[in-house]
């Protein structure tokens, strides 16, 4: 698989005040084009951390150290052009006082230079990709519903074709069924590009039906990485174990891992 992405050595640490949390401790990790990665971890192991890194959104609080390496591009990466960002709340990326429709074809029109006609004409087409009723591209983000907002924030991120869509937990603020819906049609859209992606959750099962191989992090830090399959039937770090027990249905059996293990 042709590399698209390789890290090495990234650290990132948050001064506020005179404290300091290092929030990635030296991570190692490749992306093939196409292929599908889910980061993995409990609340605070650097999972944001790493995806934000990636897409170089680190807050200027953040120091960053190592090496990001893009050889699947000819240039540098430019953000919403060659990376896609979904994030978990989309109400919070969306601007309120304007048109859902309008700001997807606003994505068009800066990332791919396009027409304000053609940008327009793009997000209708996109709208049907993440099955959005067109009735929705006059709608105000508040007019919406979560996992609408949600595909909303799928489409603008998708709009210039990006190589690598990074979504950070962008089903952990919508109920079930919706995360479900979502997830699927992350994965649908994936396999349909055929870009690469890099999906962040603290839910292994959730993981489990999107990716190729998952990394799972703890404390800033790698503590396994492999195949989704192999991954799942034999973890080896305890850690994993753990994550893996925490999403074991009541009745012992393993729930949407099944079909993978
Ligand atoms: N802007 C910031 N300023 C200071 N510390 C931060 C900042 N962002 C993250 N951190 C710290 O860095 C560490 C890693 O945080 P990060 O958000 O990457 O974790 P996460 O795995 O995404 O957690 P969650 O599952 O809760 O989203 C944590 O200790 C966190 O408190
Ligand atoms: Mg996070």
Redesign the pocket.
Known sequence: MKPLLGISGLRVR?R?GVSE?E?LRGIDLSLGAGERVAVI?E???????LALAVAGLL?R??TGEGIIRWPGLAEPPRNGKDVGFVFQDPGGTLDPVMSVGAQVAEVAEVNLGLSRRRAVALAVELFERVRLPGALLKSYPHQLSGGQRQRVGIAAAIAAGPALLIAD?PTSALDTIVQAEIVRLIDRLVRETGMALLI?S?DIALAATVADRIVV?KD?AVVEAGETAEIVARPKADYTRALLAACLTLDGSAGVLEGRA
């Open positions: 948050y506020s949390v929030a971890g609340s605070g192991s650097g999972k944001s951390s807050p609080e953040a937990e962040v603290h992090l800033g």
